[in-house]
């Protein structure tokens, strides 16, 4: 289950104490702010694509939406997004609860600039109802990102 592989990263890690396990779903940004406490904007999503066959995660805050023209001068490609089935089997994450941990070798995270106006972020951990707190360092380090990108936009 893609919530042990992320329990076991965070345990070699040794800040599996931190994961936060909810009652209630928090598969959603509303949701997981509510079940966290903190505004739906520090929530940290990662969404899921395919660039030519290639599993990209992007990690962004939870106010934040892909800006189709920044996605394609980054990646050369209009976005898609995974379905529904292929979310699970390409990250090991169900919907809801796609992080950049404790992924399958292949994937690839990139952290959006979206998340540099927070001191600490909340990334879900693997499954619906969970996350962890992190600084962007922290988050910089379990994630093994790739790089810094700019592809969203924020509500103005």
Known sequence: MSSESVRKQFEEEGIADRIMTFDSSSATVELAAQDIGCAPAEICKTMAFDVDGRTVLICMAGDAKISNHAYKEKFHKKAKMLKGDE?????????????????????????????????????????VNNAVKLTLAELEKYSGYQEWISVTSLPE
């Not at 998340?115 to 693997?126: D, H, N, Q, W």
């Open 87 to 127: 979310v699970a089997e390409r990250t090991s994450h169900p919907i809801g609860g796609v992080c950049p941990f404790g992924l399958p070798e292949g994937c690839e995270v990139y952290l959006d600039e979206s998340l540099k106006r927070f001191e600490y972020v909340y990334p879900a951990c693997g499954s």
